[in-house]
């Protein structure tokens, strides 16, 4: 059964201390040593992340899941990504490091700007007990066909495990070697995993292809995949 953030919410705050603030999000609980902290990109949540995250739960893995605009009251655009208060996200990490499980992010697109920041703001120590998975992320500030891609500021990202996922039939994959440089100099271990045939978003299209559909029924395997190996 889904539940409500608050029941969590109180018993972070009795086992680690009182977080500030955190943002509305949706618990999909298990009995398992992990937790995944699924971010949904600009879009929402499609009903193919849903089912994924319900999968995962029945596989062991708890998930609490984000839909920053819905939370946030934004419009849902790339840009409203970078006005999601990352303090805010950040709590929302402390609280999940409390619960003494073992913990992963997942976030699409340009979710991946407040997850980031978030994590900057953590003390070192905290940050490396957190894998990141960035699916197709967008951190740029511009970017332009044929010229090196501006990056948002996030802040360093020292002893933070990072590993990008990215569809191999995006317009971005170009600048996937720029990314990876720009993530390393701030500090992440970063590593890089290429989805082959597929789109981005490739589980919520309107047309999607064959292979697409398949490995949308995949989608929690996929993520479970990368959660077990990133470390």
Known sequence: MRVRQIGILLA?????????????????PAQGARLLLWVSSERG??????????RLAQRGVTVWSLDAPGAYFLPQLPSSMDQVPAADVADWLDAALDSGRQVTVYAVGRAAVPVLRAAARLDAGRRSRICVLLMYPNLYESA?????????????????????IQPRRSAATPWLPGQVAHL???????SLVILENLREGFWARET????????TRQLDSLILQEMETCR
Request: hydrophobic share 45%; aromatic share 4%.
């Open 45 to 54: 949540r499609a009903d193919a992340e849903k089912t994924a995250a319900q």
């Open 144 to 164: 332009e066909a044929l010229a090196d891609a501006d990056y948002l500021d996030t802040g360093r990202l020292d002893a933070l495990t990072i590993r990008l």
């Open 208 to 215: 999607p292809t064959a292979f697409e559909v398949e490995q």
């Open 12 to 28: 972070a705050c009795v086992a680690g201390g009182v977080h500030a603030a955190l943002p509305d999000f949706q618990v999909d």
């Open 184 to 190: 390393s100099r701030l500090g992440a271990r970063v």
